[in-house]
């Protein structure tokens, strides 16, 4: 089992930033993929990032690029989330995924994190 837990969530305003971090425990050897998700109330959740630890690289969902940008820690434990010229429409719970395989948009992750709250106001 692998654990998630996210942290660096709060309340920006617009044009702010924030960033996001997961620390994952357990048996994080055995992931090869970590990334993000959000959800807002009332959608679906929402591909943000994603990095493979074995290439190193990274897939970003369109509408996001060059605002926010993944990032992996020193360790195979750590992934953080650098998020700049936030908007009132990036508000969502952001949720940390990990997986040992897949990589990509779709929300097949094996493990998750609770999340952590991002408000964004105007």
């Known amino acids: 089992q692998v654990q998630l837990v996210e942290s660096g969530g709060g309340l920006v305003q617009a044009g702010g930033s924030l960033r996001l971090s997961c620390a994952a425990s357990g048996r994080t050897f055995s992931t090869d993929t970590m990334g993000w998700f959000r959800q807002a109330p009332g959608k679906e959740r929402e591909f943000v990032a994603a990095i493979n630890w074995s290439s190193g690289r990274t897939y970003y969902a369109d509408s996001l690029k060059g605002r926010f940008t993944i990032s992996r820690g020193s360790t195979r434990n750590t992934v953080y989330l650098q998020m700049n010229s936030l908007q009132p429409e990036d508000t969502a719970v952001y949720h940390c995924?990990?997986?040992?395989?897949?990589?990509?948009?779709?929300?097949?992750?094996?493990?998750w994190g609770q999340g952590t709250q991002v408000t964004v106001s105007s």
């Open positions: 995924a990990a997986d040992p395989e897949y990589t990509g948009p779709r929300a097949l992750y094996q493990y």
